[in-house]
Nanobody, 118 residues
């Protein structure tokens, strides 16, 4: 019923760009805090960026100026534009949705692999 499907990952050259998409079904993304997380090889999963229900946005410090999170309410889809990629950005990127009101809900996508390499 509730589903998050990431797409857009792949292999990219250092310095290149990539845009990830997170298509949601079974719920409305504008009613949830939508986030991108990533898990680098051998590392803990970390928050990349989030957009709150009201539209405010936060980024991890290392992403500021390089990554942009956005939300298309009409398409019920969240995006992550990634610029100036470097090999340390190589990771599985996950889309996440959280709700806090009537009941805490926490949904995750399956992840999409991003590899930055020459």
């Amino acid at each position: 019923q509730v589903q998050l499907v990431e797409s857009g990952g792949g292999l990219v050259q250092p310095g290149g760009s990539l845009t990830l998409s997170c298509a949601a079904s079974g719920f409305t993304v504008s009613r949830y805090r939508m986030s991108w997380y990533r898990q680098c090889p051998g590392k803990e999963r970390e928050l990349v960026a989030l957009i709150n229900t009201g539209g405010s946005i936060d980024y991890a410090d290392s992403m500021k100026g390089r990554f942009t999170i956005s939300r298309d309410n009409a398409k019920n889809t969240v995006y992550l534009q990634m610029n100036s990629l470097n090999p340390e950005d190589t990771a599985v990127y996950f889309c996440n949705a959280k709700a806090f009101l009537a009941r805490f809900l926490d949904y995750w996508g399956q992840g999409t692999q991003v590899t930055v390499s020459s």
